[in-house]
């Protein structure tokens, strides 16, 4: 064998070697994560929905999640600035931005699963609420809910007239509506920060969701809870990437991404949240937490707020494209629809 066809082979074997290295190639996609090592979304979602895209992608598409790259009010621009390539983000930490997203934190004082309001929160999303452009800069893959929120304080209450003057945590949105409505002195503070405070006493208890009770450390602070059907509010998130990420992955993998995501990842974020909260029940039970709910002359006086804020809501999301009525009409048909439909159950992966 001469040495120019030493030269061939040996640059054919270098091709073909490159070429099977660019099919082994990887994309990882970086999540920034908040809330805990053992709260839902880092015990179930993040590791459920990297199972899905590798699966999806044969492995070419990954995910990797790092902690504490910043606080929950900046995974925002953590996103779009490119520090980070995805995370989940709470609208109410926003406060101005975000409007069109308040539509599923009203109380409705009706019970359903967080994984149905996920799915029918996506839906009216991409049909109703994405043209209002508050997510501009970055794509949205999935939209979520927490279960319903509900009022914990050191002292019990027994009413709403007795959480009058009363400081309680906030995190904005309709529950910092509410707040004002009820006579509370709201304080704003995300949920990692309500142990501390309530310790301290800085707070008398806090407006949270009743998975809080064991991943916050709440019942440890706030040994009783108000409680009203449906939740006094409940609170809007989404998924979110960096449009960036899309450039690094063939047209075939955008698309398998994108399949594992929008519907499925926000009844994944809903489905997190219902088990979450049954976790924090029992946890709380245990630990001697006493659930009360509110008399029914309260609610009624809770429906009569919530329409006001409903109507100030709706001239508000006007200015910005959206009907509000319709929305609102469309959310609750795909509720029912959401009910019909199989759970993501069976399909999610816990660590």
């Known amino acids: 064998m001469n040495n120019s066809t030493r030269l061939m082979i040996g640059a054919v074997a270098a091709v073909g070697l490159s070429l099977g290295t660019q099919a082994l190639a990887q994309t990882t996609i970086t999540v920034s994560t908040w809330g805990g090592p053992n709260h839902g979304v880092n015990t179930m979602v993040w590791p459920t929905w990297k199972a899905w895209i590798e699966e999806a992608t044969d492995d ?23 520090v980070a390539d995805a995370s989940w983000i709470f609208h109410a930490h926003m406060a101005g931005r975000f409007l069109a997203t308040q539509l599923p934190e009203f109380p409705t004082f009706e019970d359903f699963s967080s994984e149905d309001a996920a799915a029918a929160y996506w839906h009216t999303h991409q049909e109703h609420l994405a043209q209002a452009g508050e997510h501009r800069g970055i794509d949205v893959m999935a939209m979520g809910v927490h279960g319903p929120g509900q009022i914990f304080t050191r002292d019990k209450v027994e009413d709403i007239d007795g959480l009058a003057g009363k400081r309680l945590r906030v995190g ?3 529950m910092s509506g509410l707040a004002d409505a009820m006579d509370v002195i709201g304080v704003a503070l995300p949920p990692t920060g309500v142990y501390e405070a309530a310790s301290q006493g800085v707070v008398d208890g806090a407006m949270l969701t009743l998975e809080s009770l064991k991943s916050f450390r709440v019942a440890e602070v706030a040994p009783h809870t108000l409680t009203v059907d449906g939740g006094f509010y409940r609170g809007s998130f989404a998924i979110v990437v960096n449009p960036m990420i899309w450039d690094q ?7 398998a991404v994108h399949s594992v995501s929008g519907e499925p990842l926000s009844r994944l974020f809903g489905y997190m949240m219902d088990v979450s909260d049954e976790r924090g029940v029992e946890f709380g039970k245990a ?3 006493t659930f009360t709910p509110v008399p029914e002359g309260d609610v009624e006086t809770l429906r009569d707020i919530t329409d006001q804020l ?17 929305a609102l009409a469309y959310f609750y048909d795909q509720l029912d629809v959401a009910a019909e439909q199989d759970s993501i159950a ?3 992966v816990e660590h």
């Open 172 to 174: 904005g949105g309709v």
């Open 310 to 326: 409903i109507a100030d809501w709706s001239e508000s999301v006007s200015e910005r494209g959206v009907d509000a009525e319709e």
């Open 287 to 289: 630990e001697g937490q």
């Open 60 to 82: 070419r598409v990954t995910v990797e999640v790092i902690h504490d790259m910043g606080p929950p009010a900046s995974q925002m621009a953590l996103v779009a600035d490119g």
């Open 346 to 348: 069976p399909r999610v």
């Open 249 to 255: 992955m063939s047209e075939e993998d955008r698309e």
